[in-house]
């Protein structure tokens, strides 16, 4: 199986900063992509960045040149970095990851969640 640990979330200003961390582990082959995406109160939960395998990311419109994805850790660890931050980003933030396990199965995995939130 795919475990994913998410970190980093807490409580900022508008206009702060904030990095999120998932961290694959288990019996992994391959991760595919991975994906970050949150859920506020009330709303249901939206895509906000995605990377590939191969590095290619698509944004939500609302997070578009504030947030940015990246990779690393031979690909296992996904990051968010957030710069710019409003109070409409308060949300529970999850990671996704497309794994292969060594089983050759493809599955989708989910962290936990962490909360991220920004004051006014």
């Known amino acids: 199986q795919v475990h994913l640990v998410e970190s980093g979330g807490g409580l900022v200003q508008a206009g702060g900063s904030l990095r999120l961390s998932c961290a694959a582990s288990?019996?992994?082959?391959?991760?595919?992509?991975m994906g970050w995406y949150r859920q506020a109160p009330g709303k249901q939960r939206e895509l906000v960045a995605s990377i590939s395998s191969v590095g290619p990311t698509n944004y939500a419109d609302s997070v578009k040149g504030r947030f940015t994805i990246s990779r690393g850790n031979a690909g296992k660890t996904a990051y968010l970095q957030m710069n710019s931050l409003r109070p409409e980003d308060t949300a529970v933030y999850y990671c996704k990851a497309g794994a292969t396990t060594t089983s050759r199965v493809r599955l989708d995995t989910w962290g936990q969640g962490t909360q991220v939130t920004v004051s006014s």
């Open positions: 288990g019996s992994i082959f391959a991760i595919n992509d």
